[in-house]
């Protein structure tokens, strides 16, 4: 437990109307006075000052490291002694895509677009042999995937005449027959 002079704390006054609190100013309203306070700015009751910089963790923008100065030359919430990117706003590490570069992941597959080779496909982040939006599956279990197999082959020929009325090919073909032999050029 850290402990404070009494100084820090309101004292009691007391005069003919009564008891009246004096408080010393404290700005962030934490009970200790602005005069023994290591960090006006916002509440902290227990004064922690991990690095020691004499800003209490509560306004650090870097508690474990040392930075009295509290320097931050892109203005994002770390400190130049912790941020490792020091010209980007939006970042204080390089995250996926480095410093610079936002780790947007339009396809919310944990990948962010600058390393997602199908940024719009969440199953994947390569294109594979069916490209991108295409699974490359291998249904029939071929080795190769469903997008590469070639069609499969048509009806045997005992099938592809059903539904016809019988009689009715042999009738067409007999009809070509003659149309051919009238058509052709007598000697």
């Known amino acids: 437990m850290t402990h404070f002079p009494c100084s820090l704390f309101p004292s009691f006054t007391d005069n003919s109307e009564g008891v009246f609190v004096t408080i010393a100013s404290d700005a ?12 006006v700015s916002a509440a902290n009751f227990d004064q922690t000052d991990t690095d ?3 800003d209490g963790d509560a306004c650090d923008n870097c508690p474990p490291v040392a930075n009295a100065n509290q320097e931050n030359g892109d203005g ?4 130049d002694a912790c941020d490792e990117c020091l010209s980007d706003p939006d970042k204080s590490a390089p995250g996926q895509c480095g410093c610079g570069i936002a780790d947007t992941d339009t396809d919310s597959d944990a990948t962010a677009d600058c390393n997602d080779g199908c940024s719009d496909d969440p199953a994947k982040i390569a294109p594979g042999e ?8 291998d249904a029939n279990a071929n080795g190769t995937p469903d997008c590469n197999d070639p069609p499969p ?3 045997a020929c005992g099938t592809c005449a059903a539904g016809v009325l019988p009689g ?8 070509l027959w003659t149309r051919r032999r009238h058509s052709a050029p007598r000697r």
């Open 28 to 39: 962030d309203a934490d009970g200790i006075n602005n005069d023994f306070e290591n960090c």
């Open 52 to 54: 020691g910089d004499g």
């Open 76 to 79: 994002d919430t770390a400190g």
């Open 130 to 137: 069916c490209g991108c939006g295409v699974p490359d599956a």
């Open 153 to 155: 082959p048509p009806a």
């Open 168 to 175: 009715t090919l042999l009738s067409f073909s007999l009809m």
